[in-house]
């Protein structure tokens, strides 16, 4: 088994351009973000009556998955999991806020933000010259989260 950083060294060889790298700054969180919205869309009435009333604008197929990429991330790292799990918080918060905001459906802002940045990332990988990593294994889609927040966590000192 890859350890975090075996992962971060093979998901950065396809993305050493400076283009590259910015776009996915951009698109990977708009992927991120779009994904959990487009399942959040699901009607998942079941799963929000196993939940109190607070809590329940939050729970969704979503968050199912959420949690599932969280025990990915920890079997591989703790200090990563906690990093993801706080950014997994907020992008419950921001779907459940944007949901609320607009009378435009969710799913539908998703789905466009979703295209769009997929074709950021396409763009970003022909500037790149190098295919998307995904590609060779689908565990890159789960790790390309986790090495912008390997950036971050670089930049303050915090080990993973």
């Known amino acids: 088994m890859k350890n975090m950083q075996q992962w971060f060294d093979a998901y950065g060889q396809s993305h050493q351009n400076h ?5 996915h700054w951009i698109c990977v969180p708009l992927i991120f973000f779009s994904i959990v919205g487009l399942l959040a869309s699901i009607p998942s009435d079941v799963l929000k009556a196993l939940f ?4 329940q604008p939050y729970i969704h197929f979503g968050t199912v998955v959420l949690v599932l990429g969280l025990l990915f991330y ?4 703790f ?3 906690l990093g993801m ?3 997994c918080a907020v992008v419950l918060w921001a779907v459940h806020a944007l949901d609320a905001a607009t009378g435009t459906p969710l799913w539908l802002i998703c789905l466009v933000i979703f295209v769009l940045a997929w074709a ?14 995904f590609f060779n294994d689908l565990q890159f889609l789960l790790i390309g989260p986790a090495w912008l927040l390997g950036f971050i966590y670089r930049k303050l000192g915090i080990p993973y």
């Open 74 to 77: 920890l079997r591989l790292s």
């Open 120 to 133: 950021g990332q396409f763009y970003g990988h022909k500037v790149e010259g190098k295919k998307p990593s």
């Open 79 to 81: 200090t990563m999991f």
């Open 85 to 87: 799990a706080l950014v």
């Open 52 to 55: 109190p009333p607070a809590m």
């Open 19 to 23: 283009t590259n790298k910015l776009i």
